[in-house]
């Protein structure tokens, strides 16, 4: 424990922000890191709880307590040893990831939770300016050779780690460029692409191999592939958007968030793209769907220019603070703003979409929508709402983005050539714990295994995956388990 009377005497604080008045100006980054004597009194806030809830509440079961401590000691290289023990990428979760851990944070109970993200970001970046982080592929190989199909978070953390036992291992990807959901799916005022390329670079360094623009069962048949390898593990996310087929819906101006969000991010890295300019620029804007896509839908209309915007959601507005149906350590369903709100952004709840409509042109020009009201059960959850009678009405807009999630994976190509058993919610269904489809040696994780769910997750499926086919490879893992404590004491 670096301080035991840190909690008592430092209050939680963030590193400081640009201005949203000058933020918007570009597609920079725009935190700031702290000042030494900072990042010391944050990490010094950790109580090194008897029992760390922070670990369950982590996917990855990240050993926070241990690396706070290092971070206050000064002893970086212990501390990157630690953090880099359950995280192959900190400096994507230590920037985009929801933090569950510190929803469960035993501080949290009755003041704000210990700056558990901030920290590990801090760790990673100081790591690398001291030279810490190096490749880690040993120099003895296995002879296995393992296939990895998409280059998102599960992707990249399966492929480091395979890597890290010694086997051989090339990642296919459809885009032009590694990274998945990292590289097109988040902005880069969340995340500069500077940051995955750095990481891209180093898993080059370890031998692993990226082979672009190969789309898995329609550039290179896909049982081909199965046979060139002892082992495939498909990565491939769930990309499959939730639509909105109301009338009305093939007007122009309608668009998927991701089409908008990976335009933008390919302008922002000077890549070309075919499709027609989706813009906001000049336009009202109204973003359907209340999660991080969507904010970051309000983020990149704020810096194209648009005129207004509007983010609608048809759930009731969550509570501020924790109620009993929430109770610590569970991860608590309250009112999120962003940095993209507070950029500027008009928020509705309870509010349902009717129609979309048009000009003579076939140009959207406003929305219909009405209120509504939710039935809730004893656990306070919404199961059904009703429409509030007279609340029927039209707003004016010219862009709709849809931020309302995605369903499942992509069939065509690659999953239908396989013929790869799907589960009742129509993802890759693989035994449980195990990672393996109905396809001998075909593995599968992240957001096409479980469904659409956060970074961290997909990390967390990337390297349980990778252990469960080197067991597979070899006959038993050198790989660390998912157990923070079996993790810690193989460390050290």
Same mark, same amino acid.
Not at 60 to 70: H, K, R, S, T, V
Not at 217 to 234: F, Q, T
Not at 451 to 463: D, H, T, Y
């Given at each position: ?141 296995? !002879? *296995?050779? @393992?296939? &990895?199909? /998409?280059? $998102?978070?599960? +992707? ?9 036992? #010694? ?114 620029? !000049? *336009?009202? @804007?109204? &973003?359907? /769907?209340? $999660?991080?896509? +969507? ?9 194209? #220019? ?126 449980? +714990? ?59």
């Amino acid at each position: 424990m670096g301080k035991a009377t840190g909690f008592k005497e430092y209050n939680r604080e963030l590193p400081d922000k640009i201005s949203p008045a000058e933020r918007v100006k570009n597609y920079k980054e725009f935190e700031s890191l702290y000042t030494e004597e900072k990042l010391n009194e944050q990490s010094a806030r950790c109580m090194n709880c008897g029992i760390p809830f922070c670990h369950s509440g982590c996917p990855l079961g990240n050993i926070i307590p241990e690396f706070n401590d290092a971070v206050y000691r000064k002893n970086w290289e212990e501390a990157y040893q630690i953090l880099s023990s359950t995280n192959n990428f900190p400096e994507f979760t230590g920037r985009i990831c929801p933090a569950p851990c510190e929803s469960a944070c035993v501080l949290g109970i009755n003041k704000p939770a210990v700056a558990i993200e901030e920290i590990e970001k801090h760790i990673i970046e100081i790591a690398y300016e001291k030279n810490l982080v190096k490749p880690t592929a040993p120099l003895i190989k296995s !002879g *296995k050779k @393992v296939a &990895v199909v /998409g280059s $998102g978070p599960a +992707g990249l953390a399966a492929a480091a780690q395979l890597a890290k036992a #010694g086997h051989a291992v090339t990642v296919y990807e459809r885009d032009d460029k590694p990274g998945g959901l990292l590289r097109y799916g988040i902005p880069d005022f969340k995340l500069e692409k500077w940051v995955v390329e750095r990481r891209v670079q180093l898993m080059e360094e370890d031998g692993i191999v990226f082979k672009c623009n190969v789309e898995v069962g329609k550039d290179i048949p896909a049982d081909e592939l199965v046979r060139s390898n002892d082992a495939v593990i498909m990565a491939g996310g769930s990309t499959i958007p939730r639509n909105l087929p109301i009338p009305g819906r093939e007007l122009k101006g309608i668009h998927f968030a991701m089409d908008f969000l990976k335009q933008q991010n390919k302008r922002v890295s000077d890549i070309g793209f075919d499709a027609e300019d989706i813009l906001a620029t !000049g *336009k009202d @804007v109204i &973003v359907i /769907g209340g $999660g991080d896509t +969507g904010s970051d839908c309000v983020g990149t209309s704020n810096r194209q #220019g648009a005129k207004s915007i509007k983010q609608f959601e048809v759930m009731m507005q969550p509570p501020a603070q924790r109620t009993q149906h929430m109770p610590w350590p569970s991860y608590p369903m309250v009112m999120k703003t962003t940095s993209s709100h507070e950029e500027g952004c008009d928020r509705y709840w309870g509010i349902n979409t009717k129609e979309f409509l048009g000009d003579e042109n076939g140009n959207l020009r406003a929305i219909r929508v009405t209120d509504v009201s939710w039935e809730l059960d004893v656990m306070n959850k919404p199961i059904k709402f009703n429409e509030v009678a007279g609340s029927e009405r039209e707003i004016e807009c010219q862009r709709i983005f849809l931020a309302m999630g995605f369903l499942h994976p992509q069939y065509e190509g690659m999953l239908n050539n396989l013929n790869v058993h799907l589960d009742e919610r129509k993802n890759v269904k693989a035994k449980e +714990g195990l990672y393996r489809t109905n396809i001998g040696k075909v593995f599968t994780a992240g957001d096409m295994r479980r469904g659409q769910s956060l970074v961290v997750w997909a990390i967390s499926e990337g390297r349980e995956c990778a252990r469960k086919v080197d067991e597979f490879l070899m006959g038993h893992s050198i790989l660390e388990s998912k157990d923070a404590v079996n993790q810690f004491e193989q460390v050290f």
